[in-house]
């Protein structure tokens, strides 16, 4: 029997304000330079104002849609919210958080993520303003 | 100590349109097939119309329920959306998708997933239309 | 190479009706007590009235936030809803599971789990009386 492997390693994406960026290739590449051909990709957000998700990557009006939809259900300025301190869009930032994902599991087979045909990974800023985000990518497999 | 081990299968579902089905026992047979007894079985869809979710598995009006709040959420032919490639309930399954849940880790003890009483697993078709639906089961464990 | 371990424990969190407790300090206890330096950490409920969710961790606020808005869209005694055999709160209970999280994947270095500065694990329970829920912590890694 083959032995499990482990790879883990750490990246930073620079948003520029609210709004989804396709991380799949940087995932992909990751996965490849692990060496393990089957196993899990495991994908973890280090913060609480944006997230990742996994949606079609074909027509670009699915993510304007994901916005419009979110900023109907938790516009910013909101009254219902008493967590201000970093603005309008600090609470309802954190519940678009809430509702979807910080982190996210992939099957790996012959050496890269397993995605469906119109699956794309995205790191999902919250926040008017840009900023860092560190991601944490984890292969375990053969 | 024990060494790891690794299994890794896909599996298809029809689905006949919009609707749960459940999908527990055809993931213990997997995790029974794979001969761990100890560890972590993983559950991963495919797609971007449908979702894996963790649900009440007594009460079929729970399920019913559910469809109910996201026709209220996100009813189809929501004039706030562009993206209608494929009909008015298109971007609505994809808003039910990012709401919910595209992969599941579920613990194995003794051999299958350690669910609690009430809970199930269900593949969530939210598209009007019946599909065939890809899912990859990973069970990693000793 | 270093073989990978696993690692599996259960514990319980008895809560005092509908609201949020953090669980940070017991996760990483155990993964102190796993052994394992480099890895994962999963975390599951065996519940579906109740959620895992990993959220800003400062100010209380944002808890009662996530409270109220969850009141506003899925209110307890909600007309939508069929399933009411526990309650007003039953139905709204598991709407709040299913837009949330019943499991979470944290990555592990230097031997705990690497959060983000801000980012807390929390036990939300969603029934207005007080449960016993069961966790179990899986650690897998080197």
């Known amino acids: ?3 499990l492997k482990f790879y883990q390693a750490s990246f930073e994406v620079r948003t520029r304000g609210r709004g989804s960026l396709q991380v799949t290739d940087t995932l992909q590449q990751h996965v490849a330079g692990s060496g393990i051909s089957q196993g899990l990709c495991h994908v973890f957000l280090h913060h ?3 997230s990742l998700v996994l949606c079609e990557n074909a027509d670009p009006a699915v993510r304007t849609d994901m916005e419009r939809f979110m900023l109907r259900l938790a516009p910013d300025g909101d009254p ?3 967590h201000v ?7 309802p930032a954190h519940i678009r958080t809430l509702l979807t994902h910080t982190d996210l599991t992939l099957p790996v087979g012959n050496g890269h993520c397993s995605l469906g045909t119109w699956q794309g990974v995205y790191l999902w800023e919250h926040r008017q303003q840009g900023h860092r985000r560190q991601i944490t990518v984890s292969v375990t497999g053969v």
């Open 1 to 3: 029997m083959q032995s």
């Open 48 to 50: 609480t104002s944006a």
């Open 80 to 82: 219902l919210f008493e």
């Open 85 to 91: 301190a970093e603005g309008p869009d600090d609470m």
